[in-house]
């Protein structure tokens, strides 16, 4: 309550001043509030004092305003808690909604996720869950990224160690018919990487050696029929690095890369561990050679190969009955 004057009025007793009753009634409410601030009898409203609003509100707790200066009311919100103000009559109780991650869409953690024996499963393991990871966390994560389910490996790579039966056993690609899969043409460079779309590459294969070719010019930086190493940038670019340590170290901050620009002709990048003498080639070879540069000539080929008899004008079949050679066509 603000201080309460008593008027005298202008001059005594010319009836312009409070009467007795009201002037008194001031003095007994000013006294009020002054024993009710020295603890000597009386109350004060909360309300009265100068520095708090004039209404309390509903459900509100007081708090100093941010100046330090003065009393304002305000209610309890937020993110993931519930306010109860009525239950309990001595308490405001605050309960956490938010224990569950789901009620979160944009989850992160604050430290290493320990799962207590506990299993995590139903992850996804697609583009669609890369684009949507990307979108919510404003990241650029790609599909080498994510993390992985059993089933997932045991669909798409290797077991170290094989088991009984034919658990675990390696299968090897059939041997392609020449050497396109071991050879990756170069469309053009950018920012010092070389563009081969669709190249087939990932992370996995960081430290690999090629040797680049070109029937031009070599490009900038580059030396015709060298041995470089590979990394993954994109699906579509790769690096060259000039040894494998290079190529598989994956500190953005000290990883040195060639810068590769120009060159002429048509430029390509061959495995190094491409050998032309293989049997699939060799074979392919070798039916080159007696079908376009032997003329007139008959010639015989005994082969156990079954997937050449489709390569010849005419085939005789034989079996082995009892340990000897039989015609059967």
Do not use: C, W
């Not at 869950?129 to 993390?147: E, F, K, M, R």
């Not at 020449?178 to 950018?190: C, H, L």
């Not at 070389?194 to 030396?223: D, E, Q």
């Not at 340590?245 to 060639?258: G, W």
């Amino acid at each position: 309550m603000a201080k309460q004057f008593v008027n005298i009025g202008i001059e005594g007793n010319d009836g312009t001043g409070d009467s007795i009753r009201d002037a008194f009634n001031k003095v007994n409410e000013n006294f009020t509030e002054l024993y009710a601030v020295f603890g000597q009898g009386g109350q004060i409203s909360f309300t009265s004092l100068s520095d708090t609003p004039n209404t309390l509100g509903s459900n509100k707790i007081p708090v100093s305003n941010s100046a330090g200066n003065a009393i304002t009311m305000r209610g309890i919100t937020g993110t993931g808690i519930a306010v109860d103000l009525n239950s309990d009559p001595n308490n405001i109780q605050l309960s956490v909604t938010g224990t569950s991650v789901a009620s979160d869409t944009t989850p992160g953690l604050g430290g290493p996720l320990n799962a207590n024996s506990f299993a995590i499963a139903n992850v996804g393991i697609d583009q669609n869950a890369v684009n949507d990871y990307n979108t919510t966390h404003g990241t650029n994560i790609s599909l080498d990224d994510v993390v992985i389910t059993k089933r997932y490996a045991d669909l798409n790579y290797l077991a170290s160690s094989g088991g009984t039966g034919t658990l675990g056993e390696i299968r090897v690609r059939s041997e392609p018919a020449n050497a396109t899969d071991y050879t990756k043409t170069i469309t053009q460079f950018q920012n010092g990487n070389l563009n081969i779309p669709s190249h087939g590459f990932s992370n996995a294969s960081n430290g690999l050696a090629f040797k680049y070719k070109t029937t031009g010019s070599a490009a900038t930086n580059l030396t015709d029929n060298q041995v470089y190493y590979i990394r993954f940038v994109d699906a579509n670019y790769i690096s060259l690095h000039s040894t494998k340590s290079e190529a598989t170290n994956n500190n953005d901050a000290t990883r040195v890369k060639i810068t590769v620009s120009g060159g002429s002709g048509t430029q390509t990048i061959v495995d190094n561990e491409y050998d032309s003498s293989l049997d699939g080639f060799g074979t392919e070879e070798f039916l080159k050679i007696i079908r376009y540069i032997i003329k007139d000539a008959n010639i015989f080929v005994i082969s156990h190969k079954t997937d050449l008899l489709d390569k010849f004008e005419s085939v005789i079949k034989f079996d082995k009955v009892k340990g000897f050679s039989r015609k059967i066509s």
